[in-house]
Protein backbone atom coordinates (compact mmCIF):
# COMPACT_ATOMS: atom_id res chain seq x y z
CA UNK A 1 0.00 0.00 0.00
CA UNK A 2 1.53 3.76 -1.00
CA UNK A 3 2.13 5.07 1.86
CA UNK A 4 2.85 9.10 2.65
CA UNK A 5 4.53 10.12 6.22
CA UNK A 6 4.77 14.23 7.38
CA UNK A 7 7.11 14.83 10.29
CA UNK A 8 6.98 16.67 12.35
CA UNK A 9 3.01 17.04 12.99
CA UNK A 10 3.96 20.90 14.30
CA UNK A 11 6.63 22.96 14.26
CA UNK A 12 6.90 26.30 15.64
CA UNK A 13 9.52 28.64 14.73
CA UNK A 14 10.85 32.13 15.51
CA UNK A 15 11.20 34.52 12.29
CA UNK A 16 14.53 33.75 10.68
CA UNK A 17 14.86 30.54 12.34
CA UNK A 18 15.46 28.29 9.17
CA UNK A 19 14.62 24.42 9.22
CA UNK A 20 13.10 21.31 7.20
CA UNK A 21 10.16 20.12 7.05
CA UNK A 22 10.15 16.19 6.06
CA UNK A 23 8.02 13.74 4.02
CA UNK A 24 8.68 9.99 3.36
CA UNK A 25 7.10 8.12 1.17
CA UNK A 26 6.68 4.12 0.24
CA UNK A 27 5.51 3.80 -3.38
CA UNK A 28 5.67 1.17 -6.15
CA UNK A 29 7.14 3.58 -8.01
CA UNK A 30 7.14 7.51 -7.74
CA UNK A 31 5.63 9.48 -11.47
CA UNK A 32 5.65 12.61 -9.01
CA UNK A 33 6.13 14.06 -5.50
CA UNK A 34 3.75 17.09 -5.09
CA UNK A 35 4.18 20.14 -2.49
CA UNK A 36 1.26 22.61 -1.18
CA UNK A 37 0.82 24.82 1.59
CA UNK A 38 -3.09 25.56 3.03
CA UNK A 39 -4.34 28.30 5.35
CA UNK A 40 -6.58 27.99 7.90
CA UNK A 41 -10.29 27.52 6.15
CA UNK A 42 -8.98 27.29 2.70
CA UNK A 43 -8.10 25.17 -0.20
CA UNK A 44 -4.01 23.71 -0.79
CA UNK A 45 -2.43 26.18 -3.31
CA UNK A 46 0.18 24.44 -5.49
CA UNK A 47 3.77 24.98 -4.74
CA UNK A 48 5.72 22.38 -6.31
CA UNK A 49 6.59 18.93 -8.21
CA UNK A 50 9.66 16.62 -8.39
CA UNK A 51 9.83 13.96 -10.56
CA UNK A 52 13.40 12.47 -10.02
CA UNK A 53 16.09 12.11 -6.98
CA UNK A 54 18.02 14.73 -7.02
CA UNK A 55 15.81 17.19 -8.00
CA UNK A 56 15.93 20.70 -6.52
CA UNK A 57 12.64 23.68 -6.45
CA UNK A 58 13.34 27.09 -5.32
CA UNK A 59 10.41 29.46 -4.86
CA UNK A 60 10.82 32.83 -2.49
CA UNK A 61 12.48 31.21 1.18
CA UNK A 62 11.02 27.58 0.43
CA UNK A 63 13.54 25.00 -1.59
CA UNK A 64 11.91 21.55 -2.23
CA UNK A 65 14.31 18.15 -2.57
CA UNK A 66 13.84 15.11 -2.89
CA UNK A 67 15.46 11.56 -2.64
CA UNK A 68 14.47 7.79 -3.47
CA UNK A 69 12.79 7.60 0.35
CA UNK A 70 11.75 11.45 1.09
CA UNK A 71 11.40 14.55 0.07
CA UNK A 72 12.53 17.83 2.36
CA UNK A 73 11.06 21.26 2.78
CA UNK A 74 13.31 23.67 3.63
CA UNK A 75 12.67 26.97 5.06
CA UNK A 76 15.23 29.90 5.00
CA UNK A 77 14.45 32.80 7.26
CA UNK A 78 10.60 32.30 7.47
CA UNK A 79 8.65 34.94 8.13
CA UNK A 80 5.18 35.14 10.42
CA UNK A 81 3.46 34.97 6.67
CA UNK A 82 4.85 31.74 6.46
CA UNK A 83 2.85 30.25 8.81
CA UNK A 84 0.69 27.72 7.38
CA UNK A 85 0.09 23.74 7.04
CA UNK A 86 1.98 22.12 4.24
CA UNK A 87 1.16 19.25 2.99
CA UNK A 88 2.96 16.26 0.36
CA UNK A 89 1.80 14.24 -1.86
CA UNK A 90 2.85 11.49 -4.22
CA UNK A 91 1.43 10.26 -7.68
CA UNK A 92 2.32 6.65 -8.56
CA UNK A 93 3.39 5.37 -11.88
CA UNK A 94 1.77 2.69 -13.20
CA UNK A 95 -1.45 4.16 -11.43
CA UNK A 96 -4.21 6.09 -11.94
CA UNK A 97 -2.78 9.49 -13.83
CA UNK A 98 -4.71 11.59 -11.68
CA UNK A 99 -4.32 9.91 -8.05
CA UNK A 100 -2.35 11.29 -5.27
CA UNK A 101 -2.31 10.14 -2.10
CA UNK A 102 -1.60 12.71 0.31
CA UNK A 103 0.28 12.74 3.93
CA UNK A 104 -1.33 14.28 7.13
CA UNK A 105 0.79 17.74 6.85
CA UNK A 106 2.89 19.39 8.91
CA UNK A 107 1.73 22.58 10.73
CA UNK A 108 4.23 25.26 10.16
CA UNK A 109 4.14 28.11 12.74
CA UNK A 110 6.28 31.27 12.95
CA UNK A 111 6.59 33.99 15.42
CA UNK A 112 7.44 36.69 15.26
CA UNK B 1 -9.13 35.19 -13.58
CA UNK B 2 -9.40 31.17 -13.93
CA UNK B 3 -9.98 29.18 -10.98
CA UNK B 4 -12.23 27.04 -8.94
CA UNK B 5 -15.69 27.58 -7.20
CA UNK B 6 -17.37 25.93 -4.29
CA UNK B 7 -20.36 26.72 -3.00
CA UNK B 8 -21.44 27.24 -0.32
CA UNK B 9 -18.65 28.37 2.38
CA UNK B 10 -20.57 26.56 4.81
CA UNK B 11 -23.10 24.18 5.61
CA UNK B 12 -25.60 23.04 7.56
CA UNK B 13 -27.68 19.76 7.29
CA UNK B 14 -30.32 17.66 9.85
CA UNK B 15 -29.33 13.83 10.03
CA UNK B 16 -31.06 11.93 6.71
CA UNK B 17 -30.97 14.63 4.42
CA UNK B 18 -29.10 14.44 1.24
CA UNK B 19 -26.91 17.10 0.65
CA UNK B 20 -25.14 18.56 -2.93
CA UNK B 21 -22.41 21.10 -3.09
CA UNK B 22 -21.06 22.67 -6.10
CA UNK B 23 -17.78 23.01 -7.79
CA UNK B 24 -17.60 25.16 -11.00
CA UNK B 25 -14.17 25.32 -12.91
CA UNK B 26 -13.32 27.64 -15.93
CA UNK B 27 -9.37 26.30 -16.02
CA UNK B 28 -11.12 24.44 -19.21
CA UNK B 29 -9.61 20.97 -17.09
CA UNK B 30 -10.52 17.62 -18.39
CA UNK B 31 -9.99 15.82 -15.12
CA UNK B 32 -12.12 17.31 -11.81
CA UNK B 33 -12.04 15.10 -7.95
CA UNK B 34 -13.61 15.76 -4.70
CA UNK B 35 -11.66 15.32 -1.42
CA UNK B 36 -12.65 14.95 2.07
CA UNK B 37 -10.41 16.81 4.65
CA UNK B 38 -10.97 15.83 8.51
CA UNK B 39 -8.49 17.26 11.22
CA UNK B 40 -5.52 15.29 11.44
CA UNK B 41 -6.35 13.38 8.78
CA UNK B 42 -4.65 13.85 5.06
CA UNK B 43 -6.80 14.49 2.04
CA UNK B 44 -8.55 11.54 1.11
CA UNK B 45 -10.15 10.93 -2.27
CA UNK B 46 -14.11 10.14 -2.61
CA UNK B 47 -14.82 10.51 -6.61
CA UNK B 48 -12.51 11.62 -9.65
CA UNK B 49 -13.90 12.23 -13.30
CA UNK B 50 -11.27 12.01 -16.06
CA UNK B 51 -14.17 13.50 -18.51
CA UNK B 52 -17.52 14.05 -19.44
CA UNK B 53 -19.98 11.47 -18.55
CA UNK B 54 -17.36 9.44 -16.83
CA UNK B 55 -16.47 8.78 -13.09
CA UNK B 56 -14.54 6.42 -10.79
CA UNK B 57 -14.76 5.93 -7.26
CA UNK B 58 -12.03 6.92 -5.07
CA UNK B 59 -10.75 5.39 -1.83
CA UNK B 60 -14.19 5.97 0.43
CA UNK B 61 -16.72 6.51 -2.24
CA UNK B 62 -19.25 4.86 0.03
CA UNK B 63 -22.49 7.22 0.27
CA UNK B 64 -21.33 9.39 -1.80
CA UNK B 65 -23.03 10.24 -5.37
CA UNK B 66 -21.65 12.47 -8.16
CA UNK B 67 -22.38 13.60 -12.00
CA UNK B 68 -20.10 15.41 -14.69
CA UNK B 69 -22.87 16.52 -17.51
CA UNK B 70 -20.81 19.38 -17.91
CA UNK B 71 -16.67 19.78 -18.15
CA UNK B 72 -17.14 22.48 -16.19
CA UNK B 73 -18.92 21.09 -13.21
CA UNK B 74 -18.90 18.64 -10.97
CA UNK B 75 -21.52 18.02 -8.14
CA UNK B 76 -21.12 15.85 -4.87
CA UNK B 77 -24.28 14.82 -3.21
CA UNK B 78 -23.42 13.55 0.14
CA UNK B 79 -26.45 11.09 1.24
CA UNK B 80 -27.86 10.17 4.08
CA UNK B 81 -26.13 6.90 3.93
CA UNK B 82 -22.64 8.68 4.78
CA UNK B 83 -21.90 7.63 8.30
CA UNK B 84 -20.17 10.48 9.10
CA UNK B 85 -20.90 13.23 6.97
CA UNK B 86 -19.70 16.24 8.87
CA UNK B 87 -16.03 17.50 7.30
CA UNK B 88 -14.15 19.89 5.36
CA UNK B 89 -14.73 19.26 1.68
CA UNK B 90 -12.37 20.00 -1.04
CA UNK B 91 -13.19 20.29 -5.60
CA UNK B 92 -9.71 20.02 -7.29
CA UNK B 93 -9.41 19.84 -11.35
CA UNK B 94 -6.07 19.19 -13.53
CA UNK B 95 -4.49 18.90 -16.64
CA UNK B 96 -3.20 15.46 -17.58
CA UNK B 97 0.19 15.34 -15.77
CA UNK B 98 0.08 18.73 -14.44
CA UNK B 99 -0.72 19.69 -10.83
CA UNK B 100 -4.35 19.65 -8.87
CA UNK B 101 -5.73 23.59 -8.50
CA UNK B 102 -8.01 23.24 -5.72
CA UNK B 103 -11.32 24.82 -4.77
CA UNK B 104 -11.47 27.04 -1.19
CA UNK B 105 -13.95 24.23 0.09
CA UNK B 106 -16.77 23.90 2.02
CA UNK B 107 -17.64 22.95 5.64
CA UNK B 108 -20.79 20.41 6.04
CA UNK B 109 -22.16 20.29 9.40
CA UNK B 110 -24.65 17.73 9.95
CA UNK B 111 -26.40 17.12 12.72
Known amino acids: ?112 | DGGITQSPKYLFRKEGQNVTLSCEQNLNHDAMYWYRQDPGQGLRLIYYSQIVNDFQKGDIAEGYSVSREKKESFPLTVTSAQKNPTAFYLCASSSPGGSLHFGNGTRLTVT
Open chain 1, 1 to 112: EDQVTQSPEALRLQEGESSSLNCSYTVSGLRGLFWYRQDPGKGPEFLFTLYSAGEEKEKERLKATLTKKESFLHITAPKPEDSATYLCAVQVSGGSNYKLTFGKGTLLTVNP
